[in-house]
Structures are given as structure tokens and as C-alpha cells.
């Protein structure tokens, strides 16, 4: 375990500790049982409080709000390449870029998503080709976050459209492999993003799985 495991660990429990109240309160019917669950989320709730900056006011709405069995969260993103380089979106939440993508959408598959996302992002209409990897965040080099999040990387093919920025974009290019720019670590590593070209090189790799 690294030095940072150890540092993060309190996110760990935090997060256990909230899945396990989600789903008591989901399925128990005891009221004895139910006031438990509901201070085991409330845990959960001072333990964020305590080790951020968040506020618990936010902390309950975006982490402690839920209902239903606990599941991880999963994030999108469009693989795209053209002329050996690469699709990258500048965000404007923190000015740094990434491969163009976001939180599946109820309704959606994860090709609906992937095609939905270039399109509003980039200005791009594509088809999905292929699922290239399947990505737990929690073994990557991302900042800590008080989700469970996998991520699936779909590679698509530009078949109209232009670029054009979208909501949350300020600018839409293509990059080489050995001229990216500074990327959003939230949404993806270099690691990650490098990685993409191995399946520009060799079509025919077997899909990654953490």
C-alpha cells in the first residue's frame, strides 16, 4: 500500500460506510434498524466534513442523497483519431483537456453515450466501432473523489459533422501522441490517455479490464 493509500484511506470508509447505510435503508423494514442506518450515513456524512472543504450542506445532497442499492458510477469517453492523432476537448471547468465524454445517461447505452458526448463536446457526428477498455478509477493516478467510478473508453469514427466547442468546452483538437497537452486528471491520466494509441497501432488488441 503507498504512502497515499494510507493518507486516502478515510475516503475508503467513508464511501463503505455510505453504501452500506444506502442499501439498509433501501431494504430494511425494522425501524430500530433504519434509525442505525441513518446514523451510519450521517458517519459517513462528518467524515467527509471533517477532511474537506466541501461543506456538509453539499456533502449530503451530491453524496449522502441516494436511494437504491449502491453501485459504482460510470463515466464515458470517446476515443477519436484522425490522422494518427487524437481528440481532446479543452473544459472549462479547469482549463485543461481531455478526451471528450461524462456520466452515462439513464435511457442511453454506453455507445449512445459516447456518440452523444463528441457531438455536443466536439461538433463531431460519429459511430461507435469498438469498446476498448473498462477502467476502475480507484487504480489510477485520478484525484481522490467520494465516488466508485468506472470509466469505459469507446472508440468511434468521424462520419460528419466539424468541430465546434459545446457547453462545457472552450476548444476542440487533435493531438499527437507526443505533443499532449495538459490533461484533466479528474476525467483522464496521461497514462490512460497514451494508452488509447496503442489500439491506433494494433486495431486488433484485446479490451482492457482492471
Not at 425501524?31 to 472543504?53: G, H, K, M, N
Not at 476502475?136 to 469514427?157: S, T
Request: with cysteine; proline share 4%; hydrophobic share 40%.
Amino acid at each position: 500500500m503507498t504512502e497515499r493509500d494510507v493518507s486516502l484511506k478515510w475516503l475508503d470508509w467513508a464511501k463503505q460506510i455510505q453504501a452500506i447505510a444506502q442499501i439498509g435503508l433501501t431494504y430494511s423494514k425494522d425501524v430500530y434498524d433504519l434509525e442505525r442506518f441513518q446514523a451510519l450515513r450521517e458517519i459517513s456524512v462528518d467524515i467527509l466534513d471533517t477532511y474537506t472543504l466541501v461543506g456538509k450542506d453539499t456533502i449530503n445532497l451530491s453524496f449522502a442523497n441516494e436511494s437504491g442499492y449502491a453501485t459504482p458510477k460510470v463515466d464515458i469517453r470517446g476515443v477519436v483519431f484522425e490522422e494518427d492523432k487524437i481528440l481532446l476537448v479543452k473544459e472549462k471547468a479547469d482549463g485543461a483537456w481531455a478526451l471528450p465524454g461524462g456520466w452515462a445517461d439513464i435511457g442511453y447505452s454506453p455507445s449512445e453515450v459516447a456518440v452523444k458526448e463528441i457531438k455536443e463536446e466536439a461538433g463531431f457526428d460519429v459511430v461507435p466501432v469498438r469498446l476498448l477498455a473498462v477502467l476502475d478509477k480507484k487504480f489510477h493516478d485520478h484525484p481522490p473523489e467520494p465516488y466508485h467510478i468506472y470509466k469505459m473508453f469507446i472508440l468511434c469514427q468521424i462520419v460528419g459533422g466539424e468541430a465546434l466547442v459545446g457547453v462545457e468546452t472552450s476548444e476542440v483538437r487533435f493531438f499527437g501522441e507526443s505533443e499532449l497537452p495538459e490533461l484533466s486528471a479528474e476525467r483522464n491520466t496521461i497514462a490512460q490517455v497514451k494508452s488509447m494509441f496503442d489500439y491506433l497501432r494494433d486495431p486488433d488488441k484485446a479490451v482492457r479490464l482492471d
